[in-house]
Every structure is written in structure tokens, then in C-alpha cells.
Nanobody, 114 residues
Framework: QVQLVESGGGLVQPGGSLRLSCAAS????????MGWYRQAPGKEREWVAI???????NYADSVKGRFTISRDNARNTMYLQMNSLKPEDTAVYYC????????WGQGTQVTVSS
């Protein structure tokens, strides 16, 4: 059983930046796909960005050009660098890892507000 723990959320002004981390309790080498999702109040969870074991990335149109996903297999950690943040980016952000099973973290709150 792998546990995922997100960190790095917080309150930031519009235009600011945050870097989220997703630390795994075990090796992430076997995860073919890892990703970030978010859920805003009153809305369904939505996909934000994914990265494959071969470091291929893909982004939702709403974050393309502003967010960057990466993974460090040596540190068993995935990251989401978020720049030019907007109020509509406010949500709980979750990390996901897919191998033989799908694992989710508990989420970290990101609030973009002046």
C-alpha cells in the first residue's frame, strides 16, 4: 500500500506562484502515470496535469502555459509548479498515482485571493 502526501498549498495573491509536492511512501518508479487533480467548492473533481513514466506531460487547457508538472523518481516525489495563479485556480489539489492500483493523496488547499 502506497501513501501519497501533498504539501505546498496555501494562500497566494493573483499572479503569484506556488509549488505543490506529492511525496510517496514508496517508490514511484512503477507508476506509469501520475497526475494532479483539483476540486473547487460545489464542483466536480477535474484533471489538471499528468506525467508518464517516460516524462511525457499533458495539461488541461485552463492551466496550459502556467503550470508545470514534474517527477523525481529518486526522491519519490511529484511536483506541480503553479505560476500566474488566478482566483479560479482556488481548489483542493489532489495527487494521483496509477500502477497496478490507483492511489490518491488527501489533498492540499490552494486559495488565490487578494
Amino acid at each position: 500500500q502506497v501513501q501519497l502526501v501533498e504539501s505546498g498549498g496555501g494562500l497566494v495573491q493573483p499572479g503569484g506562484s506556488l509549488r505543490l509536492s506529492c511525496a510517496a511512501s514508496g517508490s514511484i518508479f512503477s507508476f506509469g502515470i501520475m497526475g494532479w487533480y483539483r476540486q473547487a467548492p460545489g464542483k466536480e473533481r477535474e484533471w489538471v496535469a499528468i506525467i508518464t513514466s517516460g516524462d511525457t506531460t499533458n495539461y488541461a487547457d485552463s492551466v496550459k502555459g502556467r503550470f508545470t508538472i514534474s517527477r523525481d523518481n529518486a526522491r519519490n516525489t511529484m511536483y506541480l509548479q503553479m505560476n500566474s495563479l488566478k482566483p479560479e485556480d482556488t481548489a483542493v489539489y489532489y495527487c494521483n498515482a496509477v500502477g497496478s492500483y490507483s492511489y490518491w493523496g488527501q489533498g492540499t488547499q490552494v486559495t488565490v485571493s487578494s
